[in-house]
Protein backbone atom coordinates (compact mmCIF):
# COMPACT_ATOMS: atom_id res chain seq x y z
CA UNK A 1 0.00 0.00 0.00
CA UNK A 2 0.65 3.76 -0.17
CA UNK A 3 3.23 4.97 2.62
CA UNK A 4 5.36 8.01 3.51
CA UNK A 5 8.19 8.58 5.50
CA UNK A 6 9.77 11.48 6.78
CA UNK A 7 12.26 11.90 9.20
CA UNK A 8 11.29 12.11 12.89
CA UNK A 9 11.77 15.40 14.82
CA UNK A 10 12.20 17.75 16.43
CA UNK A 11 14.27 19.84 14.54
CA UNK A 12 15.98 22.80 16.24
CA UNK A 13 17.43 25.35 14.31
CA UNK A 14 18.54 29.03 14.60
CA UNK A 15 16.73 31.97 12.94
CA UNK A 16 18.37 31.90 9.13
CA UNK A 17 19.35 28.70 9.19
CA UNK A 18 19.10 26.05 6.36
CA UNK A 19 16.26 23.66 6.57
CA UNK A 20 15.52 19.89 4.71
CA UNK A 21 12.88 18.17 5.85
CA UNK A 22 13.29 14.77 4.36
CA UNK A 23 10.66 12.62 2.77
CA UNK A 24 9.99 9.38 0.94
CA UNK A 25 7.23 7.29 -0.42
CA UNK A 26 5.86 4.24 -1.41
CA UNK A 27 2.99 4.34 -4.08
CA UNK A 28 1.23 3.19 -7.15
CA UNK A 29 1.45 4.56 -10.42
CA UNK A 30 2.49 8.27 -10.64
CA UNK A 31 1.44 10.09 -7.16
CA UNK A 32 0.55 13.55 -6.70
CA UNK A 33 2.90 14.64 -3.70
CA UNK A 34 2.23 17.60 -1.18
CA UNK A 35 3.55 19.38 1.95
CA UNK A 36 1.40 20.60 4.67
CA UNK A 37 2.27 22.97 7.69
CA UNK A 38 0.63 22.64 10.81
CA UNK A 39 0.81 26.01 13.09
CA UNK A 40 0.19 25.96 16.82
CA UNK A 41 -3.32 25.41 17.53
CA UNK A 42 -4.12 25.21 13.75
CA UNK A 43 -5.61 23.19 11.29
CA UNK A 44 -3.37 21.63 8.18
CA UNK A 45 -2.78 23.92 5.67
CA UNK A 46 -1.51 23.32 2.20
CA UNK A 47 2.62 24.61 1.71
CA UNK A 48 3.41 23.30 -1.91
CA UNK A 49 2.55 20.78 -4.56
CA UNK A 50 4.21 19.13 -7.30
CA UNK A 51 2.43 16.58 -9.89
CA UNK A 52 4.64 14.96 -11.46
CA UNK A 53 8.31 14.49 -11.76
CA UNK A 54 10.74 16.58 -12.01
CA UNK A 55 8.31 19.05 -11.11
CA UNK A 56 9.28 21.83 -8.18
CA UNK A 57 7.08 23.14 -6.05
CA UNK A 58 7.04 26.47 -3.97
CA UNK A 59 5.82 29.44 -1.69
CA UNK A 60 6.83 31.16 1.24
CA UNK A 61 10.47 30.12 0.59
CA UNK A 62 9.70 26.53 0.95
CA UNK A 63 11.05 24.63 -2.18
CA UNK A 64 10.29 21.01 -2.53
CA UNK A 65 11.41 18.74 -5.90
CA UNK A 66 9.37 15.63 -7.44
CA UNK A 67 12.24 13.09 -7.92
CA UNK A 68 10.94 9.90 -9.24
CA UNK A 69 13.99 7.96 -9.20
CA UNK A 70 14.82 8.39 -5.64
CA UNK A 71 11.17 8.47 -4.54
CA UNK A 72 11.40 11.76 -2.45
CA UNK A 73 10.22 14.77 -2.05
CA UNK A 74 12.30 16.92 0.39
CA UNK A 75 11.37 20.04 1.78
CA UNK A 76 13.74 22.92 1.96
CA UNK A 77 14.07 26.33 2.81
CA UNK A 78 17.84 28.63 2.68
CA UNK A 79 16.89 30.83 5.70
CA UNK A 80 14.38 29.92 8.64
CA UNK A 81 12.85 32.45 10.34
CA UNK A 82 11.24 31.82 14.24
CA UNK A 83 7.13 32.45 12.35
CA UNK A 84 8.46 29.11 10.64
CA UNK A 85 8.15 26.69 13.99
CA UNK A 86 5.22 24.49 13.13
CA UNK A 87 4.48 20.26 12.13
CA UNK A 88 5.49 19.64 8.64
CA UNK A 89 3.88 16.87 7.07
CA UNK A 90 4.43 14.63 3.31
CA UNK A 91 1.58 13.31 1.97
CA UNK A 92 0.59 11.54 -1.04
CA UNK A 93 -2.13 10.83 -3.16
CA UNK A 94 -1.32 7.96 -5.55
CA UNK A 95 -2.58 7.77 -8.85
CA UNK A 96 -5.18 5.23 -8.19
CA UNK A 97 -7.37 7.09 -5.53
CA UNK A 98 -9.18 9.95 -6.59
CA UNK A 99 -9.92 11.11 -2.94
CA UNK A 100 -7.20 9.99 -0.32
CA UNK A 101 -4.41 11.38 0.47
CA UNK A 102 -1.70 9.15 2.88
CA UNK A 103 -0.01 11.48 5.55
CA UNK A 104 3.64 10.79 6.83
CA UNK A 105 3.90 11.24 10.70
CA UNK A 106 4.64 14.56 10.56
CA UNK A 107 8.17 16.48 11.77
CA UNK A 108 8.29 19.87 14.66
CA UNK A 109 10.34 22.37 13.49
CA UNK A 110 11.03 25.11 16.37
CA UNK A 111 13.28 27.93 15.10
CA UNK A 112 15.08 29.95 17.96
CA UNK A 113 15.44 33.62 17.79
CA UNK B 1 -12.30 32.78 1.69
CA UNK B 2 -12.29 29.27 1.82
CA UNK B 3 -13.47 27.58 4.99
CA UNK B 4 -13.88 23.99 6.64
CA UNK B 5 -15.67 24.78 10.14
CA UNK B 6 -16.03 22.50 12.65
CA UNK B 7 -18.51 22.86 15.32
CA UNK B 8 -16.48 21.80 18.58
CA UNK B 9 -13.07 22.98 19.08
CA UNK B 10 -12.69 21.15 22.70
CA UNK B 11 -15.28 18.02 24.31
CA UNK B 12 -14.80 16.42 27.43
CA UNK B 13 -16.99 13.56 27.38
CA UNK B 14 -17.49 10.35 29.82
CA UNK B 15 -17.30 6.83 28.68
CA UNK B 16 -19.97 5.30 26.74
CA UNK B 17 -21.62 8.73 25.80
CA UNK B 18 -22.59 8.94 22.01
CA UNK B 19 -20.37 11.97 20.64
CA UNK B 20 -21.19 13.76 17.49
CA UNK B 21 -18.27 15.80 15.17
CA UNK B 22 -19.82 18.26 12.98
CA UNK B 23 -18.26 19.61 10.47
CA UNK B 24 -19.52 22.10 7.28
CA UNK B 25 -17.58 23.67 4.38
CA UNK B 26 -18.71 26.70 2.31
CA UNK B 27 -16.65 25.40 -1.21
CA UNK B 28 -19.41 22.91 -2.15
CA UNK B 29 -16.81 20.68 -2.66
CA UNK B 30 -17.70 16.92 -3.92
CA UNK B 31 -15.54 14.85 -1.11
CA UNK B 32 -15.20 15.13 2.45
CA UNK B 33 -12.81 13.43 5.24
CA UNK B 34 -12.43 13.01 8.82
CA UNK B 35 -9.09 11.90 9.93
CA UNK B 36 -7.33 11.45 13.87
CA UNK B 37 -4.26 13.53 14.72
CA UNK B 38 -1.93 11.37 17.58
CA UNK B 39 1.48 12.07 18.72
CA UNK B 40 4.15 10.30 16.91
CA UNK B 41 1.42 8.66 14.04
CA UNK B 42 0.28 11.32 12.24
CA UNK B 43 -2.79 11.71 10.33
CA UNK B 44 -4.86 8.48 9.99
CA UNK B 45 -8.04 8.34 7.77
CA UNK B 46 -10.95 7.10 9.84
CA UNK B 47 -13.82 7.62 7.02
CA UNK B 48 -14.50 9.88 3.79
CA UNK B 49 -17.40 10.51 1.54
CA UNK B 50 -17.78 11.26 -1.93
CA UNK B 51 -21.29 12.10 -2.47
CA UNK B 52 -24.10 12.97 -0.02
CA UNK B 53 -24.91 9.77 1.47
CA UNK B 54 -22.00 8.31 -0.17
CA UNK B 55 -19.08 6.96 2.15
CA UNK B 56 -16.11 5.03 2.53
CA UNK B 57 -14.08 3.26 5.12
CA UNK B 58 -10.62 4.28 5.98
CA UNK B 59 -7.86 2.87 7.89
CA UNK B 60 -9.45 2.81 11.25
CA UNK B 61 -13.14 3.20 10.86
CA UNK B 62 -13.32 0.48 14.05
CA UNK B 63 -15.92 2.06 16.90
CA UNK B 64 -16.76 5.40 14.41
CA UNK B 65 -19.66 5.87 12.19
CA UNK B 66 -20.32 8.93 9.88
CA UNK B 67 -23.63 10.54 8.16
CA UNK B 68 -23.69 13.12 4.87
CA UNK B 69 -27.04 14.21 4.35
CA UNK B 70 -25.92 17.14 2.64
CA UNK B 71 -23.07 17.98 0.57
CA UNK B 72 -21.80 20.81 2.72
CA UNK B 73 -22.00 18.88 6.18
CA UNK B 74 -19.86 15.65 7.00
CA UNK B 75 -20.20 14.23 10.44
CA UNK B 76 -18.52 11.54 12.67
CA UNK B 77 -20.14 9.83 15.25
CA UNK B 78 -18.69 7.81 18.31
CA UNK B 79 -22.01 5.49 18.99
CA UNK B 80 -19.65 4.64 22.60
CA UNK B 81 -16.90 6.71 23.32
CA UNK B 82 -13.58 5.60 24.96
CA UNK B 83 -10.58 6.27 25.78
CA UNK B 84 -8.82 5.46 23.66
CA UNK B 85 -10.52 7.81 21.26
CA UNK B 86 -9.26 11.20 22.89
CA UNK B 87 -7.36 12.12 20.22
CA UNK B 88 -7.63 15.10 17.71
CA UNK B 89 -10.06 15.24 15.02
CA UNK B 90 -9.88 16.75 11.68
CA UNK B 91 -12.20 17.20 8.88
CA UNK B 92 -11.29 18.13 5.36
CA UNK B 93 -13.06 18.51 2.24
CA UNK B 94 -11.61 18.43 -1.61
CA UNK B 95 -13.26 19.11 -4.68
CA UNK B 96 -13.39 16.03 -7.40
CA UNK B 97 -11.04 15.92 -10.64
CA UNK B 98 -8.40 18.59 -8.67
CA UNK B 99 -5.36 17.53 -7.68
CA UNK B 100 -6.35 16.21 -4.82
CA UNK B 101 -5.39 18.90 -2.58
CA UNK B 102 -7.65 18.64 1.32
CA UNK B 103 -8.94 21.75 3.21
CA UNK B 104 -9.15 21.42 6.67
CA UNK B 105 -10.83 22.55 9.66
CA UNK B 106 -9.09 23.51 12.81
CA UNK B 107 -9.73 20.68 14.57
CA UNK B 108 -11.87 18.89 17.41
CA UNK B 109 -9.95 18.42 20.42
CA UNK B 110 -11.63 15.31 22.24
CA UNK B 111 -10.89 14.04 25.85
CA UNK B 112 -12.67 10.94 26.81
CA UNK B 113 -12.87 10.24 30.45
Known amino acids: GDSVTQMEGPVTLSEEAFLTINCTYTATGYPSLFWYVQYPGEGLQLLLKATKADDKGSNKGFEATYRKETTSFHLEKGSVQVSDSAVYFCALRSGGSNYKLTFGKGTLLTVNP | DVKVTQSSRYLVKRTGEKVFLECVQD?????MFWYRQDPGLGLRLIYFSYDVKMKEKGDIPEGYSVSREKKERFSLILESASTNQTSMYLC????????????FGEGSRLTVL
Open chain 2, 92 to 103: ASSRSGSTGELF
Open chain 2, 27 to 31: MDHEN
